[in-house]
């Protein structure tokens, strides 16, 4: 087969997306090559791979974004393909070409298609051009405040202002009027700044766009294989959030009609044929407060940190997919949903405040049973470090329906003990009893009520 030809396959991220991904390698006949800084030299993705490389110290700077560190691995060890994961060098297109251009398979997709969807401006245009819903905004980069103020006259507040480049929320927020506005700018120009997101000599690079009150986050995962075609592999509901940043997410989402579903689906799949999308993605979207539309939010060029919930659902293997894709298959994939999937996020952080919580693990029980996953980077004994982002663990249940997965999440999350760390177990069980979230009928203010 062709995805024979992969292998040696280097995993150029760390934690549980290492591990996740070193788990498909080596099921798939696939020699296995991580690489790591100092601060995890003893988790288990580290030990798990069939070959391992120590890159640098502790700061990410110094070992997981050097890309020049992490391609002296690979040339080392004769990996003949790079899977990024998420996060780091994922969405990186300077670090997929010189992938490519040493002569290796980047496991993503093409380096235009990063560069075209990394510019939140650049890709909103293109797909209002694909005939993609977007809300109404800016189609050229807000430099300064007069200019902000204007579009923002334009468009009717509330207005969201973020960042044309960078991810995760960071540099987002919501105007409510003109001082609102100021302020917002100003945050969202130090993000720019401080993330690269625009040329900071001409003036940052901002996006505005008419804020959609009371909305719900939902994502399609795509698939675009090397025959052209692309495929929507079903949604995935990212409502739960704090700091504009995803806690909680499920398949299918409880808060969209069969029809609205549909288009999305069908507008997902433009998104992806616009661009000549290869590989997983996924289209996020915004969904209105009646339940009858949605427009494009923003399109993620790898695989997403929710992902298992669509495995859960499909019973696809999205790694193996990314795996047979890059290697010049076109696998056939038949998008059917069956029952319910929920993903937690298990993050080391103070479950009332979410301020990050590091620190030693001295207890580590995972719980076990029908219908549960755990996606875990850590173990008993390991120290989670304040050098990268908290998340421990993904938590995922399974059920035949949105009650049984609602039981068998409150079940494995009595069930995970973690000891050392602060954690937001705490919240994952208060969430799983807000009669809000069981109801179904919740959108991305929930955690904010909750803690108002």
């Not at 927020?173 to 993000?191: I, M, N, P, Y």
């Not at 616009?274 to 407060?289: I, M, N, P, R």
């Not at 992902?307 to 059917?336: F, I, Y």
């Not at 850590?378 to 035949?400: H, I, Q, R, S």
């Amino acid at each position: 087969m062709l995805i024979d030809t992969l292998g040696p396959v280097l995993v150029a991220n760390r934690g549980e997306i290492a591990r996740r991904i070193i788990r498909t390698v080596k099921r798939l006949g696939l020699r296995a090559i991580a690489v790591h800084s100092e601060a995890d030299a003893d988790l288990p993705f580290v030990r798990e791979a069939d070959e391992a490389v120590l890159i640098g110290p502790a700061n990410p700077q110094l070992s997981y974004l050097d890309a020049g560190k992490v391609l002296e691995a690979a040339r080392a060890t004769g990996a003949r393909a790079i899977h990024p994961g998420y996060g780091f060098l994922a969405e990186n297109a300077a670090f997929a070409r010189a992938v490519i251009d040493a002569g290796m398979v980047w496991i993503g997709p093409a380096p235009e298609a990063i560069d075209q969807m990394g510019d939140k401006i650049n890709a909103r245009n293109l797909m209002e051009d694909a005939g993609v819903p977007v809300a109404t905004g800016t189609r050229e980069p807000v430099t300064d405040l007069e200019l902000a103020l204007r579009a923002a006259a334009r468009i009717g507040y509330p207005v969201m202002v973020k960042t044309a480049g960078g991810g995760g929320g960071i540099g987002m927020s919501v105007a409510h009027d003109d001082e609102g506005l100021a302020k917002a700018f100003e945050q969202a120009a130090r993000a720019a700044a401080r993330f690269a997101a625009g040329d900071v000599l001409d003036g940052p690079a901002i996006l505005l766009e008419r804020y959609i009150e009371r909305a719900r986050h939902v994502e399609v995962q795509i698939l675009g294989r090397p025959d052209g075609t692309v495929v929507a592999l079903g949604e995935r509901d990212c409502s739960v959030q704090r700091r504009h940043q995803k806690v909680v997410e499920e398949s299918p989402s409880p808060g969209i009609t069969p029809e609205l579903r549909e288009r999305m689906l069908a507008a997902a799949v433009r998104a992806g044929e616009a661009v000549g999308y290869l590989g997983a993605g996924t289209v996020e979207c915004l969904v209105d407060a009646d339940r009858q539309d949605f427009v494009f939010l923003e399109m993620n060029t790898r695989l997403q940190v929710e992902h298992p919930v669509t495995e859960l659902v499909t019973g696809l293997d999205l790694v193996e997919l990314q795996l047979r894709v890059a290697a010049g298959e076109s696998p056939e994939v038949k998008p059917e949903s069956r029952g319910h999937a929920i993903e937690f996020r298990v993050y080391a952080e103070d479950p009332k405040r979410f301020f990050p919580g590091p620190g030693k693990i001295s207890t580590w029980r995972e719980p076990v049973g029908e219908g549960v996953r755990v996606d875990s980077g850590y173990e008993e004994g390991n120290t989670v470090t304040p050098f990268y982002d908290p998340l421990m663990a993904k938590l995922c249940v399974f059920g035949a329906s949105r009650v049984e997965a609602l039981r068998a999440g409150r079940e494995a999350v009595a069930g995970f003990v973690v000891e050392g760390p602060k954690n937001n177990l705490p919240f994952c069980a208060e969430l799983l009893d807000d009669a809000e979230f069981v109801s179904g009928d919740y959108d991305t203010g929930l955690v904010g009520r909750m803690r108002a």
